[in-house]
């Protein structure tokens, strides 16, 4: 998850980059004047998990899932996941997702509130296209209104919760933890954390 591009800073450096650029990718969702749409075809994982989260209307195949498997690696969820899921699914779904990084099927993804419909993937896109056709036939200020009313309070403690991540990720990005997670992901083993 270190930035690309960073071979020349250091790992704090490095560090501070990737959540520079996470957290900048989560708030352009969330701060786009206009409704976002999310087509989760396959895997929502890390910071994909987030960015769709982002989104005001969230659409998946049935073959999708969501998954939060920052533990598994020693680092924790990021790009604002940890207010995006929880505003969504709860605080216990949420831990379980984060701390156990038990993935989300698209079916209990829906039933759980995290996304609007499931969808067989061959139907997927024309569901999606008709809710974009449906907005844009609407009030863009009216929508923009609306969309900022909605985040303002489902989504109220946001900012810190992406300043917390973006601390304590900070920390385990450049942690001997971190460091043994990449490894045992690449060699294709258990990690061995301290």
């Given at each position: 998850?270190?930035?690309?591009g960073a071979g020349d800073l250091t790992p704090l450096q490095a560090a501070e980059l990737t959540m520079d650029n996470a957290e900048r990718?989560?708030?352009?969702?969330?701060?786009?004047?206009?409704?976002?749409?999310?087509?989760?075809?396959?895997?929502?994982?890390?910071?994909?998990?987030?960015?769709?989260?982002?989104?005001d209307l969230v659409y998946a195949a049935d073959s999708a899932f969501f998954l939060l498997a920052f533990a598994n690696i020693g680092l924790?969820?990021?790009?604002?996941?940890?207010?995006?899921?929880?505003?969504?699914?709860?605080?216990?779904?949420?831990?379980?997702?984060?701390?156990?990084?038990?993935?989300?099927?698209?079916?209990?993804?829906?039933?759980?509130?995290?996304?609007?419909?499931?969808?067989?993937?061959?139907?997927?896109?024309?569901?999606?296209?008709?809710?974009?056709?449906?907005?844009?036939?609407?009030?863009?200020?009216?929508?923009?209104?609306?969309?900022?009313?909605?985040?303002?309070?489902?989504?109220?403690?946001?900012?810190?919760?992406?300043?917390?991540?973006?601390?304590?990720?900070?920390?385990?990005?450049?942690?001997?933890?971190?460091?043994?997670?990449?490894?045992?992901?690449?060699?294709?083993?258990?990690?061995?954390?301290?």
């Amino acid at each position: 998850e270190l930035a690309a591009g960073a071979g020349d800073l250091t790992p704090l450096q490095a560090a501070e980059l990737t959540m520079d650029n996470a957290e900048r990718l989560v708030r352009a969702v969330l701060n786009c004047p206009v409704p976002t749409i999310a087509e989760v075809t396959g895997a929502a994982a890390g910071i994909g998990a987030s960015v769709g989260l982002a989104c005001d209307l969230v659409y998946a195949a049935d073959s999708a899932f969501f998954l939060l498997a920052f533990a598994n690696i020693g680092l924790m969820p990021d790009g604002g996941s940890s207010a995006l899921v929880s505003a969504s699914i709860g605080r216990v779904k949420a831990n379980a997702m984060a701390l156990l990084a038990q993935p989300l099927n698209a079916a209990d993804a829906h039933a759980a509130g995290l996304v609007n419909e499931v969808l067989p993937g061959d139907q997927l896109r024309e569901r999606v296209d008709k809710s974009a056709r449906r907005l844009a036939h609407g009030s863009r200020r009216a929508l923009q209104l609306t969309k900022e009313a909605m985040n303002s309070v489902s989504l109220k403690l946001f900012d810190e919760a992406i300043a917390r991540e973006r601390e304590g990720q900070i920390e385990l990005l450049i942690s001997p933890d971190a460091q043994e997670g990449f490894a045992a992901f690449l060699e294709g083993r258990r990690p061995n954390f301290s």
